[in-house]
Structure formats: C-alpha cells, structure tokens
C-alpha cells in the first residue's frame, strides 16, 4: 500500500521569522550587523564575524550569482521522489550571502555557473513561502 508522505517544511522561530515574512510579503530580508557591517545569513542572534548582537532585518535585492550546482537525479528524501530531478544550487546574493536554494524554470542545458538569477517566491502552505531562483 502507497502512503503519500507529507513534505517537511520549515518551522519559523523567533529569530528565524522576519526571514519567513519576508518571503510571504515577496521580500528577501537578510540581517545585517550595526557594529561590523557584515551580511549574516543563515538567522542567528549573533553576528558570525563580530559576536554583536546589533543584527537588523534590511530588505535585499534578491538577485544573485550562480555559485554553484548539482543535478539530483535521486530523490534526496523519499519526500521528493516525484520532483526528480532536483537542480540544487548555492547562490551568492549580490550583497555577498550565499544561501542554499532549488533552481526552477531553467533547462538543465542552461545552468552554469556565475549565471545571473533573481529570487523566485513559492507559497508551499499557508504559513511558508519557499525562496527559490530562476534565471535573471
């Protein structure tokens, strides 16, 4: 018998959720550190470079640089074995942040590195809107 597995999705915590409004708004918001300057993603309470706890939420572009990618032809979880293959990427924001992110409506073809992409906006439930890029 068939069971039809449901998807995990993420859980906003307090730290985590203006990150998850964001992208529910159709923003990408990253934090910032006030003391260093420094762009910190993925959300923390504390700067990766100077330990501040000066982070503030700013609004970014959301246009990237192809950093690099993997095809999955393999479902990486039985949760995705009907979305094969998978274009897994790792994209550079223009302000610096690397963040890990799927690829849609590009041709395998058509992927290369230091591709320009723009944020692409997917609401998957009710409360989740999921980040992914597509060409620019």
């Not at 393999?74 to 979305?83: K, L, V």
């Amino acid at each position: 018998m068939d069971v039809e597995l449901v998807k995990p999705l993420p859980v906003p915590t307090p730290v985590s959720r203006p990150f998850w409004e964001g992208l529910a708004a159709g923003k990408v918001r990253i934090q910032k550190c006030d003391a260093c300057g420094s762009w910190v993603f993925y959300p923390r309470s504390r700067c990766s470079c100077c330990l501040s706890d000066q982070l503030r939420w700013r609004d970014v572009s959301g246009n990237g640089t192809l950093y690099t990618f993997t095809i999955a032809r393999q479902p990486t979880s039985p949760h995705f074995a009907g979305e094969t293959p998978q274009l897994l990427a790792v994209v550079e924001l223009d302000e610096g942040v690397r963040l890990t992110t799927n690829l849609v409506d590009v041709e395998e073809v058509d992927i290369r590195v230091g591709m320009r992409v723009k944020a692409r906006f997917e609401r998957v439930s009710r409360d989740i809107t999921m980040l992914k890029f597509q060409p620019a």
